[in-house]
């Protein structure tokens, strides 16, 4: 079974500078959440989807980071204009859906590695 | 803020040793989940406990729950030098919107 993919691995932009991650989830995982891990830090929730759906962005700065899952499969999150604090590792997750599906384990990709500058 | 609080921070053993570590979280808990994260990879779950249970095993894992302390601990037994990562507790609970909220981590260094 393939795991979570993600896209770019590493990413270097200069501060003020616009990034998008591409996250493609286990095949059938209904949820799909997005991490921002600082260094030293365990990761924080940024946004949850189910389906195509958000059902929590409370800890999104949605002045600048937006996310979109249109076809309830793959997903984006973008950043612009970035800021040095947000260099840190972006992690996306799945799980199965349905009603309990928040409360199944999740399955985490790679990560993307961002340095802003 | 963060739900889970790992302790101790680092570890440090030998092979073949125990290595335990401890989570402590703040509210009520649907369930409560370990991870695994290698230098350079993404997370890895390890075992989940329910809230209505005190105790689980997973091959060298042993995962006990304590709801009346919030508390909750990992340990691996006959560590092996794979076993270094850092670990994280994540407690699910209804009050965070039923969302994972992880913990800081317990960097764990098994030497050969």
């Known amino acids: 079974e393939a795991g979570v993919a993600q896209s770019p691995r590493y990413k270097i932009i200069e501060k003020r500078q616009s990034v998008a991650f591409w996250c493609n989830p286990i095949s059938g995982h209904a949820t799909l959440y997005w991490y921002q891990q600082i260094l030293g830090q365990g990761p924080k929730l940024l946004i949850q989807?189910?389906?195509?759906?958000?059902?929590?962005d409370s800890q999104l700065p949605k002045d600048r980071f937006s996310a979109e899952r249109l076809k309830g499969v793959d997903s984006t999150l973008k950043i612009q204009p970035a800021k040095l604090e947000d260099s840190a590792v972006y992690l996306c997750a799945s799980s199965f859906g349905g009603l309990a599906g928040f409360m199944r384990e999740q399955y985490f990709g790679p990560g993307t590695r961002l340095t802003v500058t | 803020s963060q739900q889970g609080e790992e302790d101790p921070q680092a570890l440090s053993i030998q092979e073949g040793e125990n290595a335990t570590m401890n989570c402590s979280y703040k509210t009520s808990i649907n369930n409560l989940q370990w991870y695994r994260q290698n230098s350079g990879r993404g997370l890895v779950h390890l075992i989940l406990i329910r809230s209505n249970e005190r105790e689980k095993h997973s091959g060298r894992l042993r995962v006990t729950l304590d709801t009346s302390k919030k508390s909750s601990s990992l340990l691996i037994t006959a560590s092996q030098a794979a076993d270094t990562a850092s670990y994280f507790c994540?407690?699910?609970?209804?009050?965070?919107?039923?969302?994972?909220?992880f913990g800081g981590g317990t960097r764990v260094l098994v030497k050969p």
């Open positions: 989807f189910q389906n195509n759906g958000v059902v929590d």
């Open positions: 994540a407690a699910l609970t209804s009050a965070a919107g039923n969302k994972l909220t």
